[in-house]
């Protein structure tokens, strides 16, 4: 009898013309060759690879990071650094035919990007990437310099939340301990490049579960790595506590179905060419024992970060919603775990959060907003805010067109599309210091990345009706890589335009550290705002105020007299110390905490008052002593 030849499976993102396999082979993967022979669509996909790989690298001794004006970094990386991402991104739809059969292309060419994008200041800086993360340092040195955090003691400059939610601290002290560093800051700048490697997997898993089309999974792992631009991915709490919070989600989706609750999304005929079948279903006792699994997952994100329990929780609700995840049981577990957590560990900060509840419930301009003062003000920061928003808009654009043209895709997937619109609804609760838009948007990405790629990757195999016309192809074949090229160009301004303020030179450092050091125990320290080096070193011995932390009016009336405004508001026989820094100029004047000229002006009138004597002054700063009158 004749053999029956099998019809094309996966498409071609690269042309519209489909070759019939030859009997036996996987279709649309090209046949494979002898052991240690390379093809010629091999040599595509690791020629692109190694011509960036060498291009990046020696782009590094170019880069003039030291040397950042009003753009931050995107006009002090050279054209091999922007040539290395564009030869990388030009290979991945080769690497993405190979997906199906040899999945380590893709995988290698997104963990290239990852380094690619976010390795620069890992390799070249010679001090922590962003200024706030030392604060991060000092509670890891302070936990493993006293074997203790005090929960129940209030600390200035917002430190009481970290020792009330410390396993982030915890398990890096052990780190610091078991690699013999220093201290964190060694490998702070690595955080980005670790959690990134380590979120691929799991992003991996959640896709699979809902898409058998392994180059619609990586193209969502890809622009997931490019829409991720919100900076929450350094050596912070969040950052694990989202590794952890997916990591939730994963098994859930995988190992939570309900018996007899998929109906026609089991049946091929009806799915999406590219959808997954709903996992096997469930038992109760085999759901039982999976949530006794989560526990100590949920258990690690409560101890970790206080904002991400409640994302776990409203994202188990949304999921909750559909007859395939109604699992109250879990749901129960993971609220329990939080209120548990709230109201021993950290009920300081949480009875002071719904004292301001009030104030802040269904404020959903103020909860929306970006920063404290939500106007940024210079070349490079407004560029950055745009480029934020085009990104934003351009991610939900091409979800929105998947949601539109690919219904069965996007009902197979209802779940994920749940869990993205789920922490939404949060905009009306608080504005978590000017950060609940990045966060909102944060755990929305996932999914929206996920069907973006659906926009850009179209279905392969189908019959019939499921077929899809050569038209279609010929589209995506282009649109695929200039989305990619134009979510490329977005990454780096959102990520870089804003850099000035994120790297400090180590003399400005120095300087704050001698500082600190030298100041008596109970000491108050004053400055414009908490972003700069070492700002919160020997937190536990000083008391903090950030005075210009607050309404751009409000600091405006400050610079009238801000010698009047500071020397009334300090109390008696206090001994304080102003430090006012570079770091700290470039911060308030790209937020818009201060009006163009104002820290220069706040610095001259200090300087120049009777109250106020220099203790010590550099080309990075100054540093005064308050003398009470």
């Given at each position: ?62 880069i003039g990071f030291r040397s950042m004006g009003e753009y ?424 870089y335009g804003k850099e000035r303020m994120n790297y400090t ?125």
């Open positions: 009898m004749p053999q029956h030849v099998p019809a094309p499976v996966e498409g071609d993102t690269a042309g519209c013309v489909e070759p019939v396999p030859p009997p036996g082979a996987v279709p649309g993967e090209s046949p494979r060759r002898a052991p240690g022979a390379m093809g010629p669509q091999t040599l595509l996909i690791w020629l692109p690879l190694l011509l960036a790989a060498a291009l990046w690298v020696s782009s590094l001794p170019h931050g970094l995107l006009d002090r990386l050279p054209v091999t650094y922007y040539l290395s991402l564009l030869v990388l991104t030009a290979g991945f739809p080769a690497a993405l035919r190979r997906a199906g059969t040899a999945p380590w292309w893709p995988a290698l060419y997104c963990a290239g990007l990852l380094m690619a994008l976010k390795g620069v200041p890992a390799v070249l800086y010679d001090s922590e990437r962003y200024p706030w993360a030392s604060k991060h340092d000092a509670v890891i040195n302070h936990l493993l310099a006293n074997g203790e955090l005090r929960p129940g003691e209030g600390l200035s400059g917002n430190m009481s939340a970290y020792d009330q939610w410390p396993g982030f601290f915890t398990l890096n002290g052990g780190l610091v301990r078991a690699l013999g560093a220093e201290s964190a800051a060694t490998y702070l700048n690595w955080a980005p490049i670790v959690l990134g490697l380590l979120m691929m997997p799991v992003l991996v898993l959640i896709y699979r579960t809902f898409s058998e089309d392994r180059r619609l999974v990586w193209t969502a792992v890809w622009i997931f790595q490019l829409a991720n631009w919100v900076g929450q991915d350094y050596l912070a709490p969040q950052g694990l506590a989202y590794l952890l919070h997916l990591a939730v989600l994963a098994v859930v989706v995988r190992h939570f179905v309900r018996p007899g609750a998929a109906g026609r999304l089991r049946s091929r005929s009806w799915l999406d060419p590219a959808a997954a079948a709903v996992p096997p279903p469930t038992g109760t006792r085999q759901r039982a024992v999976c949530v006794v699994v989560l526990v100590p997952l949920i258990a690690a994100v409560n101890a970790v970060h206080q904002l991400t329990p409640v994302m776990l929780c409203v994202t188990l609700l949304a999921i909750s919603l559909t007859r395939r995840y109604r699992n109250l049981g879990l749901l129960a577990v993971a609220g329990a775990l939080m209120l548990a957590w709230d109201l021993t560990m950290g009920r300081p900060l949480f009875t002071e959060t719904l004292g301001t509840l009030r104030d802040s419930l269904g404020q959903l301009t103020q909860n929306s907003r970006a920063g404290y003062a939500g106007q940024l003000t210079g070349a490079g920061p407004e560029l950055a805010g745009r480029a934020n928003v085009l990104m934003v808009l351009a991610v939900a654009a091409l979800a929105g067109t998947a949601l539109l043209l690919r219904r069965r895709l996007a009902h197979s997937a209802l779940p994920l599309l749940l869990a993205s619109v789920a922490p939404v609804p949060l905009f009306v609760v608080n504005d978590y210091g000017g950060e609940m838009l990045f966060r909102v948007y944060l755990f929305a990405l996932p999914g929206a990345a996920f069907f973006a790629a659906a926009a850009l990757v179209p279905a392969a195999g189908g019959t019939g009706a499921h077929r899809v016309r050569p038209a279609v192809r010929k589209v995506c074949a282009v649109a695929l890589p200039v989305a990619l090229v134009a979510l490329l160009a977005g990454f780096m301004p959102s990520y030179p180590p003399a400005e450092t120095a300087l704050v550290t001698r500082t600190l050091d030298r100041a008596p125990e109970g000491s108050l320290i004053l400055a414009t705002t908490g972003s700069f080096p070492q700002a919160l070193h020997r937190y536990d011995r000083l008391e903090h105020w950030f005075f210009a932390e607050q309404e751009l009016p409000e600091n405006v009336e400050m610079l009238k007299d801000p010698v009047g405004y500071l020397s009334t508001r300090l109390p008696p026989a206090t001994t304080a110390y102003v430090i006012l820094t570079r770091t700290q100029d470039v911060y308030t004047a790209g937020e818009g905490l201060l009006p163009p000229g104002g820290f220069a002006a706040l610095t001259r009138d200090l300087t120049a008052s009777p109250l106020f004597h220099v203790v010590e002054r550099t080309g990075y700063g100054v540093v005064l002593r308050y003398d009470s009158p």
